[in-house]
């Protein structure tokens, strides 16, 4: 066998057992307890909590065209701009749109327990369209549960 075949046999067996060992991995991490925190302490521990299954109580804010964030609950009144709290980007990857969507109330503020994957990205170029910047504090939701309406 040539030096080259052995090479290309080697890498195809080890792509192969990452890829079995991922499979076997990943209903794992989604049946993984979520770390209770808040919008508040995911902006202080951006680092320590990057890519970590969380759960949130926050007040949900849908805005135009995927501007859609949470910020810590109880919150009375609507976000204004001046508004200093700590943010998430709230985003809902297709997969999990049924049952998070299913959910929430149609395009109305709500508050909610919200389970998903924290993202911290510093970056800003890898995060901007050239139109919208979520921001670095990001949230990929994949369940929702106790929803209310705010001042309900």
């Known amino acids: 066998m040539t030096r080259f075949r052995l090479q290309f046999l080697v890498a195809t067996i080890c792509t192969l057992l990452c890829s079995i060992t991922l499979a076997q991995n990943t209903p794992r991490l989604l049946s993984a307890r979520p770390t209770i925190v808040t919008v508040a302490y995911l902006a202080t521990h951006t680092r320590e909590m990057e890519g970590r299954l969380v759960s949130v109580r926050a007040r949900l804010e849908f ?16 976000p204004r ?27 109305l503020p709500a508050v909610g327990t919200f389970t998903g994957f924290f993202h911290f990205v510093p970056d800003k ?11 670095p504090l990001q949230f990929s939701a994949i369940s929702v549960s106790d929803v209310k309406l705010p001042g309900s």
């Open 81 to 107: 701009a001046s508004d200093v709290r700590p943010r998430l980007w709230f985003h809902v990857d297709p997969t999990y749109e049924r049952p998070v969507f299913g959910v929430l109330p149609r395009n």
């Open 125 to 135: 170029k890898s995060r901007t369209n050239e139109m919208f910047d979520p921001g």
């Open 63 to 78: 805005g135009w065209e995927g501007d859609n964030f949470m910020w810590d609950e109880p919150r009375a009144a609507a």
